[in-house]
C-alpha cells in the first residue's frame, strides 16, 4: 500500500463505552477478510439487522416449509437429509466424493437413492443468495448446521473452506431396502464405525420423516389438509432436536416409519438401530446431544482428498464491518463503518448501538449483539489515514485498545466512493457512479467487479463473479490530490466494487449492503439518492 499522503496523522480512534465487562478474545490478525467475514456473519448473524439468509430461512419454528404452508414438513428436515446425501458419496479407500456440492448436478437428483424434493428445495434457496465468498458445499455444510442448531440442537463447529465439484458423483447414499451387511460397509466407505452409523442415523432422524410423495410405498397417503406430503416423522418432535427418536424406539411407543412401517424390507432404521442390541441407542439426551454435535461435524467436514477446510470460525467479539473511507466533497473524506459488539446487553452500551440483534447460539440462547456506529469523523483529503483502532471502555476503569494486536485496521485511500453516487429511473435504473482516485497514482486498470448467478432458474443457480472495465472519463476533476471521475452504469448489482490497479497492487472500495447508497434498490430506504 501506498504509505498515506501525510506523515503527520496516519490512524484515527474512536471510543465505544461499555458498562460492563466482557470476556475478551484475541482479534484476528486477518484483516481485511472478506471471505472469513461473510462466513461468520452467515454463521452468526442470524436474525434482524444484516442477517445472512440461512438463519432467517429457519425462523420463526423451524417448520415453515419451501413448499409452502400444511405440507406437515420441517425445513431442517430437508437441510439436514441435503448435507448427509451430499456427503454420503465419499469413499474414504480413494478420498474421493464428499460434501462438495455434487449434489446440484442433475444426474445425482434424479438416482432413486436421492428421492423426494428435499434437495431441489433447499438448493434453490442457498445459492442463489449466497456470493462470490461462498461455494455451493459451504453453503450446504453451513446451512446443516444454522438449522440443527436454531431448532434446538447442540452447537457444531463450522470450518469453511469446501470447494465444489465440477461433475457428479458415483452412487453411495444408503437406500431403506438394503440388508444391514450393506449398510455397515456403505458406512465404513464414508468413514464411519457401525456405532457411528446407527448413532449418526439416530442423529438425522431426530429431524423430518417420510414423505408419502417421495416414498409412496413407505408412508401412506394422507387426506389432513395439514399434512399434504404425507409426512410420518421419525418421532414426535420432528421439527426439534432431542433424543425421542432413541427413547421412544427402546420404549416401544415409535411410530417411526423406517422401524414399525408395514413392509419390512424397508425398516432399515430398525435394522440399523438393534444391530448390536440397542447398545447405542441413546437413552441420556447429553450423550446423544455431544455425540450428534461430533458426528455432524464429521459429516459436513468429510471432504475431497486435498481440500484443506479452515479453523473453525467462531464469533469475532469486536467486528468492524463495512469500514471505508468515503469522499465527501469540498476536500473532505470520513470514515464510515461499524463495529457488531459480541455478546452486550444494549443497556450496557452507552454510544451509538444503531441495532441490536439475536444469534441464537445454543446454550446461550440470552447472547446479543449490538451494532455500533462510528461517529462522524471527518478527515481533511490531503492528509487522509491509513489506519484506525478503536477502544473500549468499561465505565471509568476499564480501556481496551482494539487495534489488531498494535498494527492498528488498515485502510486504503487510493479509490473511495462518493457520496456524489445517486441513481435516476429514466429507462430503467441507471447509477451514476461517483468515485475519487488518488491523482498520485497511476492506474494501470480501472474496473467494477460484481456477482451475478449463472443458471437463474432454480437449483442450478450458481454464484459467478464478473468485471467490466471503466476507461478514465474525459471530464475528470482534480481537487485535493484527488481525481473525481463519473461513471455512468445501468449496473444494479449489489454489491458493486471498484477496483484501482497501480503499481502491481489491487485498491478496492465496494458499495455495500447497508451503506447509505446501494445500487440496485433506490427507494428502498438504503440506496443512493436519486439524482
Ligand atoms: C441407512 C441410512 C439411511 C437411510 C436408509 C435413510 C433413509 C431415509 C428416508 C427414506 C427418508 C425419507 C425422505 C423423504 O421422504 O423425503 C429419510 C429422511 C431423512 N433422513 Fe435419512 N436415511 C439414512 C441415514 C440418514 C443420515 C445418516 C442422516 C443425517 C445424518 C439422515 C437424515 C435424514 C433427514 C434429516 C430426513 C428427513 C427429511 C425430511 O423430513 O424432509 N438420514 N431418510
Ligand atoms: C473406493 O475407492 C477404491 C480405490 O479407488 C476402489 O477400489 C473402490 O471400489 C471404491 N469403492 C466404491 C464403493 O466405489
Ligand atoms: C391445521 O392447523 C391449523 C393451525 O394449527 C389449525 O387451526 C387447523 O384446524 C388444522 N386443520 C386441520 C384440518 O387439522
Ligand atoms: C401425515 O401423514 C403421514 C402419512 O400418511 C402419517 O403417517 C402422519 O401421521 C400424518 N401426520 C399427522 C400429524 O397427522
Ligand atoms: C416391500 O418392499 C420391497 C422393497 O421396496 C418390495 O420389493 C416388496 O414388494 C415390498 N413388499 C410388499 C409386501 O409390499
Ligand atoms: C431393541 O429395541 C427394540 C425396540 O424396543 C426391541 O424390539 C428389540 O427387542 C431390542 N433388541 C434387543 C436385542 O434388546
Ligand atoms: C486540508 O489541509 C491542507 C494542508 O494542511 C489545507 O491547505 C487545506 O485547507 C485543508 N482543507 C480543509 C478542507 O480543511
Not at 23 to 42: F, G, M, R, V
Not at 121 to 133: E, Q, S
Not at 273 to 292: G, I, L, Q
Request: proline residues 7%; glycine residues 10%.
Amino acid at each position: 500500500m501506498p504509505s498515506a499522503r501525510s506523515e503527520g496523522f496516519l490512524g484515527h480512534v474512536f471510543v465505544i463505552t461499555l458498562l460492563s465487562s466482557l470476556a475478551l478474545a484475541k482479534t484476528s490478525i486477518l484483516w481485511p477478510n472478506p471471505k472469513l467475514d461473510e462466513l461468520e456473519s452467515q454463521l452468526y448473524d442470524r436474525e434482524g439487522y444484516r442477517s445472512g439468509i440461512l438463519g432467517t430461512g429457519m425462523l420463526p419454528t423451524c417448520i415453515t416449509f419451501f413448499d409452502g404452508p400444511n405440507t406437515g414438513r420441517a425445513n431442517v428436515g430437508d437441510w439436514v437429509r441435503t448435507a448427509y446425501h451430499d456427503m454420503a458419496t465419499y469413499n474414504s479407500t480413494d478420498g474421493t466424493g464428499g460434501l462438495d456440492g455434487s449434489i446440484r448436478f442433475p444426474e445425482e437428483l434424479s438416482r432413486s437413492e436421492n428421492a423426494g424434493d428435499g434437495f431441489t428445495n433447499t438448493l434453490r434457496f442457498i445459492t442463489p443468495g449466497l456470493n462470490r465468498y461462498f461455494s455451493v458445499a459451504d453453503g450446504i455444510a453451513m446451512a446443516a448446521v444454522v438449522a440443527i442448531e436454531m431448532c434446538g440442537g447442540p452447537a457444531i463447529p463450522f470450518r469453511g473452506g469446501r470447494i465444489d465439484a465440477l461433475k457428479p458423483n458415483d452412487p453411495g447414499v444408503p437406500e431403506p431396502q438394503q440388508s444391514i451387511e450393506e449398510h455397515i460397509s456403505n458406512f465404513a466407505r464414508q468413514g464411519f464405525t457401525q456405532e457411528e452409523m446407527i448413532s449418526l442415523v439416530a442423529c438425522g432422524h431426530t429431524f423430518g420423516g417420510v414423505q408419502h410423495t417421495a416414498f409412496p410405498d413407505i408412508a401412506p397417503p394422507s387426506n389432513d389438509a395439514n399434512n399434504t406430503s404425507g409426512n410420518a416423522p421419525f418421532d414426535s418432535t420432528f421439527v426439534e432436536f432431542d433424543n425421542k427418536i432413541a427413547t421412544e424406539y427402546l420404549d416401544g411407543t415409535t411410530k417411526n416409519p423406517l422401524v414399525v412401517g408395514h413392509n419390512s424390507t424397508t425398516n432399515s432404521d430398525l435394522r440399523i438401530f438393534s444391530s448390536d442390541n440397542n447398545a447405542t441407542m441413546f437413552s441420556d439426551p447429553a450423550v446423544f446431544r455431544s455425540t450428534c454435535s461430533s458426528l455432524f461435524a464429521r459429516m459436513i467436514d468429510t471432504v475431497p482428498k486435498g481440500i484443506i477446510l479452515s479453523d473453525v470460525i467462531t464469533p469475532i467479539l469486536f467486528k468492524p464491518v463495512e469500514v471505508q473511507l468515503v469522499w465527501v466533497g469540498g476536500g473532505n473524506v470520513e470514515l464510515w463503518g461499524q463495529v457488531r459488539v459480541w455478546n452486550n446487553l444494549p443497556s450496557q452500551l452507552t454510544h451509538n448501538a444503531a441495532h441490536v440483534t439475536k444469534p441464537h447460539i445454543p446454550g446461550s440462547p440470552g447472547i446479543l449483539n449490538t451494532w455500533v456506529e462510528f461517529p462522524q469523523i471527518v478527515l481533511n483529503a490531503t492528509e487522509s489515514i491509513s489506519t484506525f483502532w478503536f477502544e473500549v471502555m468499561n465505565g471509568d476503569s476499564f480501556t481496551k485498545v482494539e487495534d489488531l494486536g498494535g498494527s492498528g485496521y488498515p485502510l486504503q485511500d487510493v479509490v473511495m466512493m462518493s457520496t456524489g453516487t445517486c441513481y435516476t429511473m429514466k429507462n430503467g435504473v441507471l447509477t451514476k457512479l461517483q468515485f475519487a482516485i488518488r491523482a498520485d497514482i497511476q492506474p494501470t486498470r480501472v474496473y467494477a467487479r460484481y456477482d451475478y448467478f449463472e443458471g437463474r432458474v432454480g437449483f442450478g443457480a450458481y454464484p459467478v463473479t464478473g468485471t467490466f472495465d471503466i476507461a478514465r472519463p474525459s471530464d475528470v476533476v482534480t481537487t485535493a490530490g484527488y481525481e473525481i471521475w463519473n461513471v455512468e452504469t445501468r449496473f444494479g448489482a449489489n454489491p458493486l466494487t471498484i477496483i484501482v490497479e497501480a503499481n502491481g497492487e489491487q485498491f478496492e472500495t465496494t458499495f455495500t449492503k447497508d451503506s447509505p447508497f446501494r445500487p440496485g434498490t433506490p427507494g428502498s430506504g438504503h440506496g443512493a439518492p436519486l439524482c
